[in-house]
T-cell receptor
Framework: AQTVTQSQPEMSVQEAETVTLSCTYD???????LFWYKQPPSRQMILVIR??????QNATENRFSVNFQKAAKSFSLKISDSQLGDTAMYFC???????????FGKGTRLSVIA | DAGVIQSPRHEVTEMGQEVTLRCKPI?????LFWYRQTMMRGLELLIY????????DSGMPEDRFSAKMPNASFSTLKIQPSEPRDSAVYFC???????????????FGDGTRLSIL
């Protein structure tokens, strides 16, 4: 079975600092896609960033960037200049086939402290 | 464009009652997913549909749970009879399933918070 593992149940960071959330996955597929979702206290699930496995360049969306290490099957999320509004649960997810659901990790709860 | 629309946003009912959760996917999306989220178990996939056809319902916890998708713009998740342990947030999500190389993410509704007393 395909799996996604987030080994950090909780993390905290000071406002304006940088934090990295870890994610590893396990697949034998050659092509796949990876995503980070954010779930703030309002409970909405918001797509933060996505990465295609065939692209070597790491994806970036404003203050959010990923460190994609394909050989290590690692997909970490870096949040720069953390803001109070970044406080949320963050889920890593993978898509291995166009016709199957995303596989989600168990999430990392991030608290940004003023 | 309207996102995935779920109703109701909150539901409080007594155990034994029938509960029906509703979902309208994004227009043009041909896959729909139902999830349940609890503190203990996290985000669980209950069932998903491709082109209105149920593909995998192995996540449905018991026969008390059923889901239908009568057309491309509507789905329901029903619990009958409901029990306190069914209390959770239920999410619906939809996606455009394209080629095997499609990288379309799932778009989520705002969820229904269900409380069974």
């Amino acid at each position: 079975a395909q799996t996604v593992t987030q080994s950090q149940p909780e993390m905290s960071v000071q406002e304006a600092e940088t934090v990295t959330l870890s994610c590893t996955y396990d697949t034998s597929e050659s092509n796949y896609y990876l995503f980070w979702y954010k779930q703030p206290p309002s409970r909405q699930m918001i797509l933060v960033i996505r990465q295609e496995a065939y692209k070597q360049q790491n994806a970036t969306e404003n203050r959010f960037s990923v460190n994609f290490q394909k050989a290590a099957k690692s997909f970490s999320l870096k949040i720069s200049d953390s803001q109070l509004g970044d406080t949320a649960m963050y889920f890593c997810a993978s898509l291995y086939s166009g016709n199957t659901p995303l596989v989600f990790g168990k999430g990392t709860r991030l608290s940004v402290i003023a | 464009d309207a996102g995935v629309i779920q109703s109701p946003r909150h539901e409080v009912t007594e155990m034994g009652q029938e509960v029906t959760l509703r979902c309208k996917p994004i227009s043009g999306h041909n896959s729909l997913f139902w999830y349940r989220q609890t503190m203990m178990r996290g985000l669980e996939l209950l069932i998903y549909f491709n082109n209105n056809v149920p593909i995998d319902d192995s996540g449905m916890p018991e026969d008390r749970f059923s889901a239908k998708m009568p057309n491309a713009s509507f789905s329901t998740l029903k619990i009958q009879p409901s029990e306190p342990r069914d209390s959770a947030v239920y999410f619906c999500a939809s996606r455009q399933q394209g080629s095997p190389n499609s990288n379309q993410p799932q778009h989520f509704g705002d969820g229904t918070r269900l409380s069974i007393l």
